[in-house]
């Protein structure tokens, strides 16, 4: 009989954990992880493939270790003056702030977020040995200034966790509360950009906050607007000496020389890739305005989704759109439940289903 896991010798601290996991089910109409539901367009996925081709025939050697050419794209594609030293990456988001906790967290220190936010973020802690605080949102999910500030001053943690927009509420956060943060604390603070391509146009970055900030880092992965979620890509904008820090806990040769030939050529073509946005955005408007017509109570989001409160019994809900071949998300706050915006077939498809449910919400 096969062991079970109390049984094996596993650290304490990782005990009674549970793993990450979204459902995933073979469902027509997939809505519940945030992915970018639209397909990578043909001319780029051939020049990808390409280059893959290409990585291929020296695939008998280590790659480049410090990923250099990949580097440079995203210091390309970020701007704001940023060069390749200032930037890491790795194989998707959740590994750079892994590496960010492995450097500056760790055993006997502690990470904090204001919950309701992104779940890997206590579970990273944790399992890199570190405690995790949660501090507290207002009741629209909104993070002020001032509390923000009295809230980790009086936690004193050793990194701190901004989720903007946040993930899972797609709440919008201020620059001012990032640094009215940054102010509070001597510790590192993760700005986690991973949705900022979908917040509006004419919205600043926290990278503009980067200059003589020397503990600051500003977090994006390829995973959404880039439609590169398979491709585990993840990186990060920050003082060059933290880059130095992460390169003491990255594994040997951690982004294979296929991974960074995939991103380079997806990065090349930027413009295309993300010209697909609108047409999210516009879909998770459109969510928005159909569930609140619906009498659900959709949240201000600056993301690919819309979390709507307002649902009676979200199980019953979430089960009865996985009936009708829909899969959402319940992620795990009361009366609510969120959808990731797909494409135009999908949204219909999603908001056809809700108005059927009907009584049994």
């Not at 996991?21 to 945030?34: K, S």
């Not at 207002?138 to 993070?143: E, F, H, I, N």
């Not at 001012?176 to 509070?184: G, H, K, L, S, T």
């Not at 949204?347 to 289903?353: H, K, S, V």
Request: proline share 7%.
């Amino acid at each position: 009989m096969s062991p079970r896991l109390e049984d094996l010798p596993l650290r304490d601290d990782l005990r009674g954990m549970t793993p990450y996991g979204a459902p995933q089910a073979p469902l027509p109409i997939a809505l519940n992880v945030n992915e970018n539901t639209h397909p990578v367009p043909q001319d780029v996925a051939d020049d990808i493939m390409d280059s893959i081709a290409l990585a291929l025939r020296d695939v008998n050697r280590y790659p480049d270790r410090e990923f250099t050419a990949l580097r440079e794209g995203f210091a390309d594609y970020l701007g704001h003056g940023l060069t390749r030293e200032q930037i890491w990456a790795a194989n998707g988001s959740n590994e750079v702030l892994q590496h960010v906790l492995q450097a500056f967290a760790g055993p006997g220190r502690t990470a904090f977020g204001f919950a309701p936010t992104y779940s890997m973020y206590p579970l990273l802690t944790r399992a890199t040995g570190a405690s995790w605080l949660a501090g507290t949102r207002a009741s629209d999910y909104s993070v002020d200034a001032s509390d923000a500030a009295a809230q980790v001053a009086d936690a004193a943690p050793d990194v701190v966790f901004l989720c903007a927009p946040n993930n899972p509420t797609g709440t919008p956060l201020g620059l001012d509360v990032i640094e009215a943060v940054y102010d509070a604390t001597d510790g590192v603070v993760v700005v986690d950009e991973a949705y900022f391509e979908f917040a509006p146009r004419d919205e600043r970055s926290a990278l503009t906050l980067l200059p003589n900030r020397e503990r600051l880092v500003v977090s994006r992965t390829m995973s959404k607007a880039f439609a590169f979620a398979g491709a585990r890509v993840g990186y990060l904008a920050a003082d060059p000496t933290l880059i130095d820090a992460l390169r003491l806990v990255r594994l040997p040769y951690h982004l294979s020389a296929l991974t960074q030939a995939a991103a380079s050529a997806a990065l090349r073509h930027a413009p295309t890739m993300l010209r697909m946005v609108d047409e999210i955005v516009a879909q998770r408007d459109r969510i928005s305005a159909t569930v609140e017509a619906l009498g659900y109570t959709p949240h201000e989001t600056w993301t690919n989704f819309v979390l709507f409160g307002g649902v009676a019994d979200p199980a019953t809900t979430w089960q009865a759109l996985y009936d009708r071949g829909v899969l959402i998300r319940d992620v795990g706050i009361p009366n609510h439940l969120r959808v990731t915006a797909g494409t135009e077939e999908e949204t219909t498809a999603f908001l056809d289903a809700l108005a059927s449910v009907g009584s049994t919400s």
